[in-house]
Every structure is written in C-alpha cells, then in structure tokens.
C-alpha cells in the first residue's frame, strides 16, 4: 500500500483556472506538509498541518489555500493560476507532533503542474 | 538566504567508486537529514544525524556531521549504478525547543554512477 499518495500525478491547465491537489498519507502521522520543487530543482516548504491546524505558513501567496479535512489528508488549492505557479508540488507527512523533533518525512510521488 | 547549500552541484563517478556529497548550513540546528530523489519521483530518506552526533552509518552510507563548521558530508561507498540520482540535505532549524518538523532544503548534488 502507498503510504503518501497524491493526485493527479500531471496537471495541466490554462493560466487563470483553479485546481487543486489531493493528498493523502495511511501511516497515521500527525503532521503533513506541501512543498514547491521548482525548475531548478529547488524544494521549499508552503505549509504544514498538525492534526488539521495550519502550523507552518511560509510567504506563499494568498491564491493557494490548503485545506485538511482530517488528520490524513492535505489538500492544495490554487486559485487564479500563474505561469510561475509551473512545479512539481510534494506532500509530505512526519509522525512528530508540534513539540516533536522532526523524524523522517515521508514524501508523496509528486505533482507536476503546468501552467500554459 | 538558503539553509543547506551542497557541493559539488554535480559528480560523475564510476561504478565501485567512492562518492562524496557535502553540505553547509547556516543556523544552529536540530537535525540534518539526507534525502535521495531519483529522476521524475519523490524524495527517500536516506538518513539522519542528530546535533549531538557527529557520524552515522546505514549500509554503505557515511554522514558526518560538524557544527562547529556548521558543515555535514555523506559518503556513498562502492557506488552502483542505481545510486544514480540527486541528494538533498535538509535541516530542521532549531528553534527553542518548538520544533514544527520545518525543513530547509539544498539545491541538492546529482550524482551520475557510470556502469
């Protein structure tokens, strides 16, 4: 069984539209994240959830709007979409809690996002 | 300014070489990990070390750890073929004894292992 799912694993669209992005984790962890891996290969955090509260909230514009409807899913919605929004997009999850050292994360397959 | 910067950007060995991957960091930290991606997928955790560690070993793995440096390396011995992909480092700030699990990744190295 995958233990970080998330879907679609290729998302193209148009400039201006609105999607989102689904993840999942079965491993009971706590804590989720989304990342942005851009061209480059660069990866940096957007946000992170602990048990469905918003703990992580880096500087990413107000077009995106994570939602946790419970402990097991994170999902990324994008509003508005720009041609710079173009990346592979990760969910991640950790089985810490806040107070907790992190310990591994475990990364989904990923998202690639195009935006034409 | 980034957290984890890594060197070489990339390497290209031969099978049953050595590789080594070093990263540097700027800020007191928890933890540093070592991811693996291959082409087009995720990342894999590889390892961890601790602050209070200064070597680990998993398998053919090395990592060091020096803080006074503010520096780590891992060391991949007696490279495969199918070792062949990029390597991150990632750092987990610390922060007073608060710790979100917030990583900070390098650029990572993309290491080529030529059969």
């Known amino acids: 069984d995958t233990a970080v799912s998330q879907t679609p694993k290729y998302l193209v669209t148009q400039m201006g539209n609105d999607k989102s992005i689904k993840c999942e984790q079965n491993?009971?962890?706590?804590?989720m994240y989304w990342y942005k891996q851009d061209s480059k290969k660069f990866l940096k955090i957007m946000f992170s959830?602990?048990?469905?509260?918003?703990?992580i909230n880096e500087t990413v514009p107000n077009r995106f709007s994570p939602k946790s409807p419970d402990k097991a899913h994170l999902n990324l919605h994008i509003n508005s979409l720009e041609l710079g929004d173009s990346a592979v997009y990760f969910c991640?999850?950790?089985?810490?809690?806040?107070?907790?050292?992190?310990?591994?994360?475990?990364f989904g397959p990923g998202t690639r996002l195009t935006v034409l | 300014s980034q957290q984890g910067e890594e060197d070489p950007q990339a390497l290209s060995i031969q099978e049953g070489e050595n590789a080594t991957m070093n990263c540097s960091y700027k800020?007191?930290?928890?933890?540093l990990q070592w991811y693996r991606q291959n082409s087009g997928r995720g990342l894999v955790h590889l390892i961890l070390?601790?602050?209070?560690?200064r070597e680990k070993h998993s398998g053919r793995l090395r990592v060091t750890l020096d803080t006074s440096k503010k520096s780590s390396s891992l060391l991949i011995t007696a490279s495969r073929a199918a070792d062949t992909a990029s390597y991150f480092c990632?750092?987990?700030?610390?922060?007073?004894?608060?710790?979100?699990?917030?990583?900070?990744f390098g650029q990572g190295t993309i290491l080529t292992v030529h059969p």
């Open positions: 991640a999850s950790n089985p810490g809690g806040i107070l907790a050292s992190t310990d591994t994360q475990y």
């Open positions: 491993l009971g962890h706590d804590t």
């Open positions: 959830y602990n048990n469905k509260e918003l703990i």
């Open positions: 800020t007191s930290i928890n933890n």
């Open positions: 070390i601790r602050s209070n560690e």
């Open positions: 990632a750092t987990e700030a610390y922060a007073g004894g608060t710790s979100y699990g917030k990583l900070t």
